[in-house]
Every structure is written in C-alpha cells, then in structure tokens.
C-alpha cells in the first residue's frame, strides 16, 4: 500500500476497487485505462459494419468478473438500437469454450463478441483457434486477438498506452504522489483485421469497411 502502482491497461479502476475517483486517485496506484465498457457499443457497431446482415450475435463473457458485467450490459443496451438480437453466453473455465460455441452454433448465431478480461485473454487463443473453425463472424476487444488468428479487433493501443505510463514514471520518480496523478484514457485507438482469417473462412469484408482498418493482417 506504500509503494507507488502505475498501471497502463486497467479496463475500469472504479468499478473494480483500484482508486476513489479518476480525478484524484487517492492511495498509491495510478495510469491509464483501456475504456473497456466504454468502447464495446462501437465493437458492435464495427461488426454491424463490417457484415449488415448480422442480426443475431452471441456474446461470450465472464459471468463473475465485474469489468466483464459492466461490458456486457453496455452492448445489450446498444444492441437493439442496431436492429441485433443478442444471446449471452458466461464462460468461467477453459472447458466451457467448446461447449459456448456449439450452443452459439445451434441458437443459429450469426456473429460472436468476446469481452476483454482477464479470463478470454488468458485463453485468447484457444478462443480464436474456435472462432475460426466456427466459420462464423466474430469481433474482439484486444489487437492480441487479432494477432492470435481471430477475425478483427477493436481496441486502444495498448502500446501507446505503456509508452505513456512512462511519463507517470517519472512524474513520481522526481516527487509526485500517485495519488495526487489523475488517471487518463488512451487516445489511439486500432482497427485490426486479420485477412489471412477472412480468408479462410470464406469471408470478403468490404472495402469501405477496410480503409477505415488502422492495420491488416495478411
């Protein structure tokens, strides 16, 4: 509790306990944040984008962590105002991957979304491996993802990111308390599509929705 905490990739460091306010963290940790729930609407609104005919998408989240509730409840509020019917489906353990895809298969899903928390990062690419053998849309909240093999991300660059918690850094090395710090929002953002897997799953995006793409993955 004493020694200074400078996080670069925290989805929302309210809800989850880490600091008293975004102004004024209080406490000893401090940084940026990756605006998880904040960013989920539009991840939808990307794969609307992306595939217009989507109209059925299953959600895959983590059911006991609260960063992956606060997304969820952002894209079912988002969902009907994009003409989508949305199914949630809670993964807690590695084994419910296969058993929530081929639920998502026989509800007839026509894209999947995937929050961004520790537990489908920690299994990204057991989750991307499925995704692809799905042969169905799916839209991810982390350009590790992408880079896994899954179809497209959505997400701040979590590299820019660390880059800036440097100066946070060195703010404290020269004096400044952590908590006295307020915590920032990333300000890049990267629409990463992976090409290589559009491919294979027989899919062709199109091209108005590739030029807005900050990177492909060919």
Do not use: C, W
Request: aromatic fraction near 6%; hydrophobic fraction near 45%.
């Amino acid at each position: 509790k004493a020694i200074p905490i400078v996080f670069a990739i925290v989805q929302d460091p309210l809800v989850t306990g880490v600091v008293a306010s975004l102004q004024r963290p209080g406490g000893n940790a401090t940084g940026l944040t990756t605006l998880g729930r904040d960013l989920s609407a539009k991840r939808l609104q990307l794969l609307k984008e992306a595939f217009p005919r989507v109209g059925h998408v299953v959600l895959l989240f983590e059911p006991t962590l609260n960063t992956s509730l606060s997304q969820a409840k952002e894209i079912e509020d988002a969902a009907p105002r994009l003409g989508i019917r949305l199914t949630p489906i809670g993964l807690r353990q590695a084994a419910d991957i296969e058993p929530a895809f081929k639920r998502g298969a026989a509800l007839g899903a026509h894209a999947y979304m995937v929050t961004l928390d520790a537990f489908t990062n920690l299994h990204r690419q057991a989750i991307s491996d499925r995704s692809l053998r799905s042969r169905v849309p799916a839209i991810f909240g982390s350009n590790e993802f992408a880079e896994a093999g899954g179809l497209m991300s959505y997400s701040p660059s979590f590299q820019d990111n660390f880059r800036r918690a440097a100066a946070y850094v060195d703010k404290i090395l020269n004096g400044a308390k952590p908590g006295e710090l307020p915590i920032e929002q990333p300000t890049k953002f990267e629409l990463v599509v992976n090409l290589k897997t559009a491919k294979a799953m027989g899919f062709k995006l199109p091209q108005s929705f590739l030029v807005h793409a900050d990177r492909v993955i060919e």
